[in-house]
């Protein structure tokens, strides 16, 4: 199993990044995916999540209505569509799936975004 995040980098406040992350190594159509983030001195938190069809999407209540979750069954592909920028969204974004038969999680290695003025 792999998961690789891409799409994170430098923005100022308002601005907008796309993440994304690509899977392999098991049914990605029939994975629960989700984004997590990480900022320093911090534990981990969700940031969104999304079914294997697509269908009803959460998120946190602090990104809500900024950050958009989606997917591509056909290109194994989860993305994070951030925009309205914080230096409060500062932080190591994390995808996870959960994947197979009992739902293993698996985890990406990490991107970090960096909001800054």
């Known amino acids: 199993v792999q998961l690789v995040e891409s799409g994170g980098g430098l923005v100022q406040p308002g601005g907008s990044l796309r993440l994304s992350c690509a899977a392999s190594?098991?049914?990605?159509?029939?994975?629960?995916m989700s984004w997590y983030r990480q900022a320093p001195g911090k534990e981990r938190e969700l940031v969104a999540s999304?079914?294997?069809?697509?269908?009803?999407?959460n998120y946190a209540d602090s990104v809500a209505g900024r950050f958009t979750i989606s997917r591509d069954n056909a290109k194994n592909t989860v993305y994070l569509q951030m925009n309205s920028l914080s230096p409060e969204d500062t932080a190591v974004y994390y995808c996870?799936?959960?994947?197979?038969?009992?739902?293993?999680?698996?985890w990406g290695q990490g991107t970090q975004v960096t909001v800054f003025s």
């Open positions: 996870k799936a959960l994947a197979g038969v009992w739902f293993t999680p698996y």
């Open positions: 190594g098991f049914t990605f159509s029939s994975a629960v």
């Open positions: 999304i079914a294997p069809t697509g269908d009803n999407p």
